[in-house]
């Protein structure tokens, strides 16, 4: 039997009536719309474990569903407390699920939430394996930009630069591919069908290849702003 993360905030207190309650978005006694626990967690809000699988026809079904039971204009009549929460519990939701919805975002929140969202001092120096190629890079920046300033020929800088840059853009997929292997062993772990190593394992990997996966991506960025 395998043990499933928990998918709900621990029990809330009310502002309106104050009982406690164990509902997510309303009191199960009084009904009135719950203020936002101090911790937020976007998984809880919009009804899921926090694994990084998720079916994305199921999210959105979740998130139109709470939008229109959130929705300000539903609490037009209602006390202005109760306004006030319904519109930041509305904007919390949208968060929610933008960040649920792009896989990458996915990952640095669940890191972040778990406490296990770790940069590194040394996170904007290169891969050992890719020295070579950032500095062919750097290199071919360098005399881009000099030649714009001096209004010689750019062409084949570009050129080169083009090229390049679909270099590190196959990269970065291969990173994203990594990225769901990554995914698929952290919710193996959630779901117990590993040993409790395994889950801090799996953190360790998912906080490298994000932190490797940043560095390409502002190379890619670095270099198009180049080219335009």
Not at 14 to 38: A, D
Not at 129 to 144: A, G, Q, R, Y
Not at 192 to 204: F, I, P, V
Request: glycine share 6%; aromatic share 8%.
């Amino acid at each position: 039997m395998t043990t499933q993360f928990p998918i709900t905030n621990p029990p809330l207190v009310c502002w309106n009536c104050h009982e406690r309650t164990i509902g997510t978005h309303f009191c199960s006694g009084c009904g009135k719309v719950l203020q936002s626990p101090e911790q937020s967690d976007y998984f809880a809000m919009l009804e899921f474990p926090r694994k990084l699988w998720i079916e994305m026809g199921a999210l959105e079904q979740k998130f139109l569903q709470l939008s229109w039971k959130l929705h300000p204009d539903n609490f037009v009549n209602a006390s202005e407390a109760e306004r006030d929460i319904s519109l930041k519990r509305s904007s919390e939701l949208n968060d929610a699920y933008r960040t649920l919805k792009d896989p990458v975002m996915r990952v640095e929140y669940l890191l972040a939430i778990e406490g296990a969202r770790k940069e590194g001092e040394h996170k904007q120096q290169a891969p050992p394996e890719l020295l070579e190629e950032v500095f062919e890079l750097n290199e071919s920046l360098d005399e881009l930009r000099e030649a714009k300033d001096s209004g010689g020929d750019t062409a084949n800088l570009k050129r080169r630069l083009e090229a390049a840059q679909k270099t590190f853009e196959e990269k970065l997929k291969e990173v994203d591919g990594q990225l769901q292997i990554a995914a698929k062993d952290w919710d193996k772990a959630v779901d117990g069908q590993t040993d409790g190593a395994s889950r801090n394992t799996a953190m360790g990997k998912l906080n490298e290849l994000l932190n490797r996966r940043s560095y390409i991506r502002n190379l890619v960025v670095n270099v198009q702003k180049e080219l335009l």
